[in-house]
């Protein structure tokens, strides 16, 4: 259970950053960037969202590491190492 906490914090960090990055500017710019950030988070968010309450929590992290590594365009780091 603590690892599933440390991954849904990591996931939540990244989330974080992502919308702090996207509010930082008043212009959004990039939009071959943004639409492929916007839809791994909508995948994400999809998953989630699922009616039964399954959702996998290694495809929510892998659409939020990739949301990330596109927006920030750097190579997929974990951050808690």
Known sequence: ???EKLR???IQHLA???TDEMNKSG???HL???I??????????????????KYSL??????????HT???NKEKVDVYL
């Open 36 to 53: 492929p950030v916007i839809d791994n988070l909508s995948r994400a968010i999809g998953d989630l969202t699922d009616s039964y309450g």
């Open 8 to 10: 849904l914090r990591k």
């Open 27 to 29: 212009v959004l710019t």
């Open 16 to 18: 974080h950053e992502i």
């Open 58 to 67: 290694d495809y929510v992290e892998e659409k939020v590491e990739n949301a």
């Open 70 to 72: 596109l927006l920030f």
């Open 1 to 3: 259970m603590q690892s």
């Open 32 to 34: 071959e960037t943004l």
